[in-house]
């Protein structure tokens, strides 16, 4: 069962690579905003003159 | 300042058409081996004969047999229909939600191109039998890296486009996609590691009870980072756009998001319930399964309730249609996998048809369902046109649910009642069915309905074929689409001061998730322990490697598929000890490069099929297997008569296996070996071929089917094997 040793650390790694992924996004406020980001992609951004009215 | 700039919609066209052009061509591959399971040997004289003849006739040719087209149906809708959908949703949303044209064309066009590449080679090794034997890693070496390339190349694409983002924020959506890419690349790279001994063939580095469990955190894995990531971001994205709403709670896609990543990873081992994986494996694997309900069904929720107060439009909407569908199998199949995961469950339904209902519930429910959705509401907004016909699809719509009704409901309740069949006892303690072919022949009512559900599940597609093609017709593509945003803005300055852990004090919810995963690590941690505890695999000394002809015809058991249909893994349960024989032990399958446990018992396990019967009867049923199991679903393995056995492989195979560990320089070979091989190869089919003579069969000692003839009686006698009367 010596593989175990290899999936638990790869898993790990993983694991860890996604911790500091998160802790850095809350950090730098990545989740600050619980709201906005859900509205703002329903806008379609194409440019102002193109906008239908 | 505001800056204009293009989106790039050239590059998700060309995803979106073969998305389609390879899910038809895996449906159909589905469509074919669904009749063949079914119809193979079906007698001339059948009122239905010519109706199923071309697949049966397919089912008689050497390369597009059951056990060569299974893997070419799983890994084209895997990783070419769904693989595809993936890229074409990717391509499309990252650029939106970033606000920025993909990082560079040319990779788009390399990456789009390698990855058509890899379907194609796909397409052609595996009719040809080149597989590492491996479920849905099946592809062999030289196409594993440029897999392995190509994903890379993706992977600078997309965190270039994250790097030159016009907006902070990273939508949910995106860190799906974040965790598809690095997660599939450490499970593709870990479960491929393999020693080639040819351009066409390899060994799993890892043996037996190992492979087992690399394959299974692989292969579940796969499911959760390839079938269920990367399309919960499509969900995430693609729902609101449908309904024009935002998703329901944005709080709660992001704990959705956390929670599965960190659970989803060590499942894998509860599709090795009472196998021969360590006890204390199995339970982990249990533990997070059940675990895994709470974030599954909090996504899928999120996703339904999107639709609050909308459901009127889902009415008239054949998009949100797809999409509930979709949505509602999500949830479906994520409450069945933990359940499957409980030990009494899975002593159940494991080895069945339930299995493969409910893969398709997953599959043809959630990755079909929504794949069609995002296809119907993309294509007139690439095509700057309507959708030709609403009609239509709705009417593929219907045609798609009701598939899914007829190929799941059949298959559950033929899981259920041919389990129930295999663990019948009479009163006085014997089988019931005794022979398994009978349990077989009494669902085969249920592979009938199945067969139609997969016909009525792929006319749905052929429509949606002539809707995107009306629909393109009517349109034009806009390659570049203009879009405008301001730049982003440096990042201000961090909010300085304050005590570190003032951050999270401040967000309950993000502290009490990283809470969880400091336990599931830690938890870990403590268990290390055990893995130190060499018992884990008790050595037996009577099982030895297998001769060079045996491991020859082991390799043409891998080439054909076998372990399509057989498994090789006796569980510990009466109804099994008594039709099979002894319980799968971890020792006896050091040797085995890669393991052969497989998943579904199509036919009877074969663990213990040595002592069973002798080589005629194997010479016999191999060639038609009717003429010694009457009614045999199993196809005719004739080219096995005729093709030469390859001994030039022989010494290459030896010292392969020599350099994984496989002993043999020791009793009973001897250093040097290798080279000796192939004069004990020829000893041995001499020896089997006088046997045959006996029984008034007249074989060729150079045919394929004595390798094949030797390693069948040979597996599971390395141990003491209890009296078995019939399986």
Redesign the interface.
């Known amino acids: 069962m010596s593989v175990i040793f290899l999936l638990i650390a790869v898993s790990t790694v993983v694991a860890l690579f996604f911790l500091a992924a998160f802790v850095r996004a809350v950090k730098s406020g990545q989740f600050d905003d619980d709201r906005s980001p859900a509205v703002r992609m329903l806008n379609e951004d194409s440019p102002r003159q193109n906008n239908n009215p | 300042m505001t800056e204009?700039f293009q989106y790039d919609n050239r590059i998700v066209k060309n995803f979106l058409f073969v998305t389609i052009l390879w899910g038809i061509v895996g449906m159909l591959v589905g469509l074919i081996i669904a009749v063949q399971m079914v119809a193979q040997n079906t007698p001339p004289d059948a009122w239905y004969f010519w109706i199923v003849r071309p697949f049966t006739w397919l089912g008689e040719l050497e390369w597009t047999k059951f056990g060569r087209l299974r893997p070419l149906h799983t890994n084209a809708v895997i990783f070419a229909f769904v693989g595809n959908a993936i890229f074409a949703g990717v391509y499309y949303s990252l650029q939106?939600?970033l606000?920025a044209r993909m990082f560079s064309d040319a990779l788009g066009r390399i990456h789009f191109w390698g990855w058509q590449l890899i379907i194609v080679l796909a397409a052609v090794t595996l009719p040809l039998g080149m597989t590492t034997g491996k479920e849905y890693a099946e592809l062999e070496w030289p196409i594993d890296i440029l897999i392995t390339l190509v994903w890379v190349v993706f992977g600078i694409n997309m965190f270039g486009t994250i790097l030159k983002r016009r907006e902070r924020?990273?939508?949910?959506a995106i860190w799906f996609y974040?965790?598809t890419w690095?997660?599939v690349a450490?499970l593709h790279i870990?479960n491929s590691i393999e020693l080639p001994i040819s351009l066409t063939k390899s060994y799993s580095w890892?043996a037996g009870?190992?492979d087992a469990?690399?394959q299974w955190?692989y292969g579940h894995n796969a499911v959760a980072f390839f079938l269920t990531t990367p399309f919960l971001g499509l969900m995430y994205?693609f729902m609101?756009?449908a309904a024009?709403?935002?998703?329901y709670s944005?709080?709660l896609?992001?704990i959705h998001f956390?929670a599965l990543?960190?659970l989803y990873?060590?499942a894998g081992p509860h599709h090795l319930l009472y196998s021969a994986l360590?006890d204390w494996?199995q339970s982990l694997g249990t533990v997070f399964s059940i675990m895994l309900i709470a974030p599954s069904w909090g996504g899928m929720l999120n996703g339904l309730l999107t639709l609050r107060g909308a459901w009127d439009r889902v009415r008239e909407d054949p998009v949100l249609k797809f999409m509930v569908v979709a949505v509602t199998c999500y949830g479906m199949a994520t409450l069945e996998g933990p359940l499957l995961s409980l030990k009494s469950w899975n002593a159940m339904a494991h080895f069945t048809d339930w299995i493969i209902a409910h893969v398709h519930i997953g599959g043809i429910g959630w990755n079909g369902m929504l794949t069609f959705g995002i296809v119907y509401w993309m294509v007139p907004r690439l095509f700057g046109t309507k959708l030709y016909s609403t009609k239509l699809a709705n009417a593929h719509f219907w045609l798609g649910t009701l598939g899914i009704v007829f190929y799941a409901i059949p298959l559950y309740l033929a899981g259920f009642w041919q389990s129930g069949m295999w663990k019948q006892f009479t009163p006085d303690g014997y089988l019931v069915y005794k022979n398994f072919l009978d349990t077989v022949m009494e669902i085969k009512p249920a592979y009938w309905l199945r067969a139609l559900g997969g016909l009525l599940y792929l006319s749905g597609a052929f429509i949606m074929v002539y809707n995107v093609v009306k629909t393109v017709k009517s349109g034009k593509l806009i390659a570049n689409?203009?879009?405008?945003?301001p730049a982003l803005e440096k990042?201000a300055a961090?909010e300085g001061g304050g005590h570190w852990h003032r951050?999270?004090e401040r967000?309950p919810i993000?502290m009490l998730?990283?809470s969880l995963?400091l336990v599931?690590?830690g938890g870990?941690f403590e268990m290390?322990p055990t893995?130190l505890v060499k018992s884990?695999?008790p050595t037996i000394s009577s099982v030895k490697p297998y001769t060079p002809l045996e491991l020859q015809g082991r390799d043409i058991y891998v080439r054909e598929g076998c372990y399509t249909c057989h498994s090789q893994m006796v569980r510990p349960f009466r109804s099994e000890t008594e039709r099979y024989g002894e319980y799968a032990k971890a020792g006896e399958f050091v040797y085995d490069h890669p393991f052969q446990w497989g998943s579904r018992r199509t036919g009877p396990d074969l663990l213990r099929e040595g002592g069973k019967y002798g080589h005629s009867w194997h010479y016999y049923h191999m060639y038609d297997p009717t003429s010694m199991s009457p009614g045999s679903l199993m196809p005719p393995y004739t080219h096995l008569y005729e093709h030469d056995l390859d001994t030039t492989t022989t010494k290459k195979k030896i010292e392969a296996m020599l350099t994984m560990g496989v002993p043999y320089d020791k009793e009973p070979y001897s250093p040097g070996f290798s080279d000796r091989a192939n004069a004990h190869l020829m000893q041995q089919s001499d020896a089997i071929v006088a046997g045959l003579k006996k029984d008034n069969i007249d074989a060729d000692c150079n045919k394929e089917i004595i390798a094949l003839i030797a390693y069948l009686p040979r597996l599971g006698t390395d141990i003491q094997v209890k009296e078995v009367t019939q399986r």
Do not use: C, G
Not at chain 2, 169 to 172: A, F, G, I, N, R
Not at chain 2, 481 to 485: I, Y
């Open positions: 204009r939106r939600l606000k924020h990273l939508y949910v974040i965790a690095v997660t450490m870990t890892y009870v190992q469990l690399v955190w994205y609101p756009k024009n709403r935002p998703v944005y709080k896609s992001i956390w990543i960190f990873i060590w360590p494996a689409e203009d879009a405008e945003a990042v961090e951050w999270i967000r993000q998730v990283i995963v599931a690590i870990l290390v893995f884990n695999i």
